[in-house]
């Protein structure tokens, strides 16, 4: 094996995903997704597994492969198909989030032998900013999935390299924003033929028995530099426990527990403990908790290594169903995908900081502050749905302090330019700002958070998920937790009121909404 090769060409496999992801953006409708760049793109081989992922979302990049093997089951794709899905069921993570999946090299193509299947397959994520459902921007309070938009089971979207103009009229007709979602949906089908492309490029530079070898050396070449970095860690179990504040209809906190066992080159990561799901919409899948436990043994590894299905083959991942940590249906789930897996990720680190102390930083602000609206545009008296999230402080590492206002960790998206929002939806941003001191005291201090204030010129409906409104981002090695978020509103009339972490709203033109996001915890003690 030529290991320069090899390196090359992990790299000209990265540059597919990347240059997809870059498609999309910039032919994307919607803000959230060519401004905030809610989105991610991955190449998969053959059987499914994952060898390649742009540098996007981390919820999206670690369920996806849940999403491609539920098309494959249920699909017998061919050249120029293109299957389309939603379902957290059926490896999704909430209904916003529409994958596309593409095969390539698939009926003769590229000069693989027809009959056996694809050579590859891309695959993209992007979450739609509506999709029907009891709230605009589909991300509300709700009880059941059936209230939070359009399902959608793994279907064709485009046959033998034709759109199916039914499949694509049956998503039209249910969402509140139709031409902003077709003209986003086909961003994602240009970003898939793009990919197509570029891999069938590749083929034909390397030819396919290099690159089916290649394919699979990046496999065990993954799942060696895991089993490397498992085997460094100090052997033994260890237990952490975290909680989210509540669901949004009373329940009070939510546990979340792990144990993380290591056995040298061998990890298990059990969830026993955990509470079981709850009424509200923090139930996480199967697919987003994988996803959490991806990034984080990912980050203990160098940025070079492949992000392959085979980082994960080391690891075995135990959640017990019917938990809020593999929810089951109906429950609904439009907050497990974006605070949930936050909590995931802060109940790992925690664990894995009793093993490496001097590694590990302390938690970040530990939610994405969604923020959903809609209503009608006083200028064209067109519906319009808007949904962003809001960034908030990192946690201080065991060598500096954490950053300011920044997304971190299953999040990697950006807030929407002040210019943009201004521009496209009657709302008026009245201060955009770090939060001082919101970030927690230590030998390292924790990063602040954000204050971002809305004035609405028009009425609204709409909601916001948020955390760690009760608890606190928490501080590791003597380090103090950071402060926890605040969700305010004053009416017009000059009423003010603290809105609860979790809340759907019905404001009249001139309410102003101001949002605090939390800090990050502080590391080691104060000197």
Not at 223 to 239: D, K, V
Not at 461 to 472: A, E, H, K, P, V
Request: proline share 6%; hydrophobic share 40%.
């Amino acid at each position: 094996m030529d290991a320069a090769e090899l390196e090359i060409f992990k790299n000209l496999l990265h540059s597919v995903a990347e240059e997809m992801g870059a498609a999309l953006r910039r032919s994307a409708f919607s803000a959230n997704i060519k401004e905030r760049r809610d989105y991610s793109c991955a190449v998969f081989d053959g059987r499914g597994r994952a060898v390649a992922m742009g540098d996007h979302m981390p919820v999206h990049l670690g369920s996806m492969p849940m999403s491609v093997a539920a098309a494959r089951e249920r699909l017998e794709l061919r050249a120029g198909d293109i299957a389309m899905l939603n379902d957290p069921y059926a490896g999704g993570t909430h209904l916003p989030d529409i994958t596309l999946l593409m095969p390539v090299g698939a009926g003769g193509r590229s000069g693989r032998p027809k009959g056996q299947g694809a050579m590859f397959y891309v695959a993209n994520r992007a979450h739609h900013a509506d999709v029907g459902g009891a709230s605009p921007a589909s991300m509300g309070l709700a009880r059941e999935v059936f209230e939070e938009g359009l399902r959608i089971p793994p279907v064709l979207l485009a046959r033998g390299g034709k759109l199916q103009a039914d499949a694509l009229a049956l998503v039209l007709a249910n969402v509140r924003t139709p031409e902003e979602r077709q003209g986003d949906l086909t961003a994602q089908v240009a970003a898939c033929r793009l990919g197509e492309r570029r891999l069938e490029e590749l083929a034909g530079k390397y030819g396919l028995p290099k690159v089916e070898f290649y394919l699979d050396t990046l496999q065990r070449y993954s799942a060696s530099l895991m089993e490397t970095a498992l085997e460094a860690i100090p052997r033994g179990t260890y237990t952490a426990e975290d909680s989210l504040d509540d669901d949004g209809f009373g329940s009070g906190p939510i546990r979340l527990r792990v144990t993380i066992q290591i056995r040298g080159r061998r990890a298990l990561v059990d969830f026993q403990g955990t509470s079981p799901a709850v009424g509200g919409p923090v139930n996480a899948v199967l697919a987003v908790t994988a996803s959490a436990v991806f990034y984080v043994f990912r980050c203990l590894l160098g940025e070079d290594v492949p992000a392959s299905a085979g980082l994960m083959a080391p690891i075995e991942v135990r959640a017990p169903e019917g938990t809020v940590v593999n929810a089951r249906p109906p429950a609904a789930v439009a907050a497990g995908n974006v605070e949930t897996s936050q909590r995931i990720v802060d109940v790992l680190l925690r664990a894995l900081a009793k093993a490496l102390p001097g590694r590990i930083p302390a938690a970040s602000s530990g939610t994405m502050n969604n923020l959903s609206f809609g209503g009608t545009h006083p200028g064209t008296a067109r519906p319009f749905t808007y949904y962003e999230t809001i960034a908030g402080g990192m946690g201080a590492r065991p060598t500096a302090g954490g950053l300011n206002g920044i997304h971190t960790h299953m999040t990697n998206s950006l807030n929407t330019p002040i210019e943009a929002l201004e521009s496209a939806y009657p709302v008026r941003v009245r201060r955009y700002s770090l939060r001082p001191g919101s970030g927690g005291a230590g030998r390292f201090r924790g990063g602040d958070g954000i204050i971002r204030e809305f004035e609405f010129l028009t009425q609204v409906r709409g909601s916001i998920l948020s955390d760690r409104r009760r608890t606190r981002p928490y501080g590791l090695a003597g380090g103090k937790p950071g402060r926890a978020g605040k969700n305010l509103l004053r009416l017009p009339g000059g009423r003010t009121m603290r809105l609860a972490g979790k809340a759907l709203f019905d404001l009249p033109a001139g309410s102003i909404l101001r949002i605090e996001s939390p800090g990050g915890g502080g590391w080691g003690k104060a000197k």
